[in-house]
């Protein structure tokens, strides 16, 4: 259940997975893959710590004074990465 991302936080130069479970909200619409893939290309370069903080605010926008009806989980998850050397197969 959810949908995964792949971003690149360009501050730190690393790739970060994002994950986000689906809110239902505003006349029975989920937040989404489509809102949670729109903020990962208008925030691409933030921090993840940023990123969080934005992806969660929109979630609560949507929700407007709806209460919560299920946890919500996000999980950033960055990835370092290694110049590839030449001999190194893909």
Not at 71 to 85: A, G, H, S, Y
């Amino acid at each position: 259940m959810g949908e995964v991302f792949l971003a690149e936080d360009t501050k730190l130069e690393r790739k970060v997975a994002l994950k986000f479970l689906p809110a239902q909200y505003s006349a029975g619409e989920e937040f989404g893959e489509a809102r949670i893939g729109d903020l990962a290309v208008a925030n691409h370069g933030t921090a993840a710590a940023e990123l969080i903080e934005t992806i969660l605010k929109s979630v609560n926008a949507h929700a407007g004074n709806r209460p919560q009806m299920d946890d919500m989980t996000l999980v950033v998850i960055q990835r370092e990465t290694r110049p590839q050397k030449e001999s190194e197969e893909i």
